[in-house]
């Protein structure tokens, strides 16, 4: 692929500014971003305002803008489930420049990037590491394909591979470092047993990025080091995340197995910190808020079990709950909450986790010696 002169500027514009900002602090991240285009992995693409408003954006109709589109630190949205949830896009850079850095990588390692998307993160790797070094997998076969074709395009050809993430790529095992540019509700045992001794694996659960070392026994330790949000491991292409007009729908008054309660509806309900343990300790359960003419309404719901709870504040630190199912999810996220509270208050990078070699998952605070619960 032939870049022009627009992109070659953008492009250091870009990566200048990530520099700028602290989320690039090597040569070789820095001179990956300002070499690899963008533009390679994307062709048509949706970008969202702040405000929720998205724009489609074309490079083969109207070159100019949508290159512009490409090179700002934002999020381009690739393509969508049968529900409109998105299933692959290019991560804002800044993102992908702070967990490139944080992995840590010497010349000499391997790496498995787990979900190749469009294969931009792909293509950054291969230039800074080789692409002998770099192995990479995702589910969906479309993507791996487009993928594959935009790195040849660039003279790239790493171990491209077409299957289910949490399995890993036993193939090309050990690797020095994993990364994964998807969420998970649990960190697979395969990677563990993937990852050699000293190893790292750089992974997002929930709202939260961790960063787990694998020691000689196969057990992962680490922090949390950021918030990060990815779409999730998929383990079938078709595999459709619910919206949240979904889990709304779910949580009708039809079939509640219990009488409309009141509860404490503490004000530090929706904080960021709570938002992501929430989401780490009970990861398959979707929370949306609700605003209509009564004022404002907390909608929790798990589709695995049709359970749901609905809470709407009525002054002075209460709620009305309602909710059906076999799980009473307000009284779950009650009980985390109050850890939360007790605790502090603490930011993610506060917390920690130990995971065995057979998957047992311990969230601790401040250092490993201090577990807080083991994660279901």
Known sequence: MITTVDSYRLRHRLADSLRASGYLQSRRWLEAFRTVPREAFVERFIVSSPTGEQTLFDLTVDRI??????????????????????????????????MLERLDVRLDHKVLEIGTGTGYNTGLLCHALGDHAVTSID???????????ALAGLGQHPHLIIGDGADGVAEYAPFDRLIATCGVARVPTAWLRQVSTGGVILVNLGYALARLTVDAEGKAVGPFTDYAAFMRLRPYPSFRTPTGREIIEMATEEGVDSAVRTDGFPDFLGARPLECLRALVHPDVHRVIRHDGGGEAHVLGDPATGSWARARSIGSARAAIVHGGTRDLWDDYMRIARLWNGHGRPEPARYGLTITPDGVH??????PDQPVLTLD
């Open 65 to 98: 803008p949508a290159l512009e589109a490409v090179y700002r630190d934002t999020n381009l949205l690739t393509q969508r489930d049968a529900g409109g949830t998105a299933t692959s896009s290019s991560t804002t850079p800044s993102l992908m420049a702070l």
């Open 139 to 149: 589910i969906d076969p479309t993507l791996v394909v487009r993928a594959r074709d």
């Open 362 to 367: 311990t969230l601790w605070l401040d250092c």
